[in-house]
């Protein structure tokens, strides 16, 4: 069980409760959006099979609560066989909608499935890349004890504008400081982020 600061102990009563409350949100929060946004879905998904050879959906290994690996789910918008690697404007490897689908934040809806199925949370730490796993400090490792999430501390403060080391130190500084209302707040702040679209560099 999730413990917010480093004590002795077990969790409370209490977190116990809003962890359960957490999931709960989570599983109703994922099933009614993939159900709203089912149009959306199926139409970003053709629109990617005819603009480019390839299925729809991206699959990429990445860490989960406590280290568990999955695969997280994407919008394609990188050609088939691209080598990996960060992604710049105007690369060669994106597909002509995937600039499109990472400016506006897109290409994360399928997240919604892996949310359903227990593997991340709506808000969460960002799920690192498995390598990243031995280079975490024994600090950096408290943000594998709650499930990943679509957005997060991270995301509503820089984004991908921020270093790596910085975004570790915000994914740590949520799971230290987690509580529902901290969820509800960055819910609040991400959505004027991805309006805004502050802290897009195209990155991963």
């Not at 480093?6 to 409350?21: C, F, K, Y």
């Not at 690996?69 to 919008?75: C, S, T």
């Not at 504008?161 to 991400?190: C, H, P, Q």
Request: include cysteine; aromatic fraction near 8%.
């Amino acid at each position: 069980m999730i413990r917010r600061k480093p004590r002795s102990g077990g969790a409370t009563r209490d977190e116990a409760v809003e962890l359960t409350i957490k999931r709960l949100f989570d599983v109703v929060g994922g099933l009614v959006g993939v159900v709203v946004l089912c149009p959306v879905l199926v139409c970003l998904a053709v629109i990617v099979r005819l603009e480019s050879s390839g299925p729809a959906l991206f699959r990429q290994e990445r860490l989960g609560q406590k280290g568990n690996v999955f695969r997280i789910f994407k919008f394609r918008t990188m050609v088939v066989g691209a080598r990996d690697g960060a992604v710049v404007p105007g690369d060669a490897r994106l597909t002509r909608i995937g600039p499109f689908l990472r400016r506006w934040s897109l290409d994360e809806l399928p997240q919604l499935l892996n949310v359903v199925r227990g593997e991340m949370s709506i808000v969460g730490p960002r799920p690192d890349r498995t390598f990243r796993l031995e280079e975490y400090t024994e600090h950096e490792r408290r943000r594998l004890l709650m499930r990943p999430g679509i957005t997060g501390l991270a995301q509503v403060n820089g984004r991908n504008s921020l270093g790596w080391e910085k975004r570790n130190a915000y994914d740590v500084e949520y799971v230290e400081r987690w509580s529902l209302w901290l969820d509800f707040m960055i819910l609040v702040k991400t959505v004027f982020v991805v309006l805004g679209r502050r802290g897009i560099d195209l990155d991963t």
